[in-house]
């Protein structure tokens, strides 16, 4: 064994699986509570917060972080197009997180400026229910 293998080994032994954390955020008033959560709730946070953001926006985030459904405010759909296209919209901006795996019990609330959405996220650490306003 050559001692380059031996402090590669070491270095992966050192290295500790990844558990996330975020400050936590009141989902009904978009305001910082001053805690930090981890876990499921970082993840509820993290997915708060990527449905607030316009997918391409702002160039600080990367062209996959956001999301797309403020552009089906404003039209008249059928009740069956907007589960079926916001589910999809929510699946492609929350699974770039490799730590979500699914979106469960989707409920949309249409009004004239703005969409009310309830799911189940599902991730690797647990289950959050989550509610927001688009």
């Known amino acids: ?4 293998d031996e402090e590669l080994e070491e270095i992966e032994e050192e290295e500790e699986e990844y558990y996330p954390e975020e400050y936590e955020i009141d989902f009904s008033t978009g305001k910082l509570t001053g805690r930090k959560v981890s876990g499921s709730k970082a993840l ?4 708060y917060l990527a ?6 926006e702002f160039y600080t985030y990367s062209e996959d972080y956001g999301c797309e459904l ?17 589910k999809r919209m929510i699946k492609d901006c929350l699974t770039v997180n490799p730590y979500i795996t699914d979106i469960e019990n989707l409920e949309i609330t249409q009004t ?5 959405i309830t799911f ?6 647990g289950e959050e229910e989550m509610e927001t306003d688009v």
């Open 70 to 86: 403020k552009d089906l405010i404003g039209y008249r759909y059928s009740q069956e197009f907007l589960q079926s296209e916001i």
């Open 1 to 4: 064994m050559f001692p380059f």
């Open 44 to 47: 509820a946070t993290w997915a």
């Open 112 to 116: 004239k400026t703005s969409l009310h």
């Open 51 to 56: 449905l607030q953001i316009d997918r391409g």
């Open 120 to 125: 189940k996220l599902v991730t690797d650490y």
